[in-house]
């Protein structure tokens, strides 16, 4: 069972920038995808962003888009996210998650917390 733990949250004003890693706990771990969600009080997960495994292409939100980028370290099995200008609306628990297959998510991290003040 692979697991994947999240880290780099914390407290932050806006403007300022984050950078959340997530790390798979087998190296040989070989996802079609990972992605990053977030959930917000009150709401419902949604998609951030994702990466392809095999070839890199990256997917994001649309209003995400230009702010948040997510890339890798193969050697390290970890994906990132990258957040610049970060706003209050982008206070969420965040979760990467690696997928087998197109759109599917089959591990879920732990979540790290992501709290911009303004």
């Known amino acids: 069972q692979v697991q994947l733990v999240e880290s780099g949250g914390g407290l932050v004003q806006t403007g300022d920038s984050l950078r959340l890693s997530c790390a798979a706990s087998?190296?040989?771990?070989?996802?079609?995808?990972m992605a990053w969600f977030r959930q917000a009080p009150g709401q419902e997960r949604e998609f951030v962003a994702r990466?392809?495994?095999?070839?890199?292409?990256?997917y994001y939100a649309g209003s995400l888009r230009g702010r948040f980028t997510i890339s890798r370290d193969n050697a390290k099995n970890t994906v990132y996210l990258q957040m610049n200008n970060l706003k209050p609306e982008d206070t969420a628990i965040y979760y990467c998650?690696?997928?087998?297959?197109?759109?599917?998510?089959?591990?879920w991290g732990q979540g790290t917390q992501v709290t911009v003040s303004s």
């Open positions: 998650a690696a997928g087998l297959r197109l759109l599917s998510e089959d591990y």
């Open positions: 087998d190296r040989s771990f070989n996802p079609y995808a």
């Open positions: 990466l392809r495994w095999s070839t890199g292409t990256t």
